[in-house]
């Protein structure tokens, strides 16, 4: 199976910098892995796509309100998909999730195509 935690969030004041860090561990009998994909969920609201990256780390995808500014990667070594959080904003805050893609189909924002979710880390950006 496929476990996923994330980490990195904190409270922060808009302007600040942050990275949040999703370690895959893979154990046992274990389902392709064809991406990673952040996806964060403010109070009130319905949970929405922010990046993806497939395994490979080759091709990345950003939803319009993060381009510019968040930046994901993945350090294959260590099984870690980061995302860099630049110029944050109030509107940025949120719980936000990592999933492992397992259908090979590349759209990085449908959530049917995510199993293996984080418990989340919460990023809160202050005004």
């Known amino acids: 199976q496929v476990q996923s935690v994330e980490s990195g969030g904190g409270l922060v004041q808009a302007g600040d910098t942050l990275r949040l860090s999703c370690k895959a561990s893979?154990?046992?009998?274990?389902?392709?892995?064809?991406?990673v994909g952040w996806f964060r969920q403010a109070p009130g609201k319905e949970r929405e796509f922010v990046a993806g990256i497939t395994w490979s780390g080759a091709n990345t995808h950003y939803t319009d309100s993060v381009k510019g500014r968040f930046t994901i990667s993945r350090d294959s070594a260590k099984n870690t998909v980061y995302l860099h959080m630049n110029s944050l904003k109030p509107e940025d805050t949120a719980v936000y999730y990592c999933a492992v893609r397992i259908i090979p189909i590349a759209n990085y924002e449908d959530q049917r195509l995510y199993a293996y979710w984080g418990r989340g880390t919460q990023v809160t950006v202050s005004s």
């Open positions: 893979v154990s046992g009998r274990a389902p392709n892995i064809y991406g």
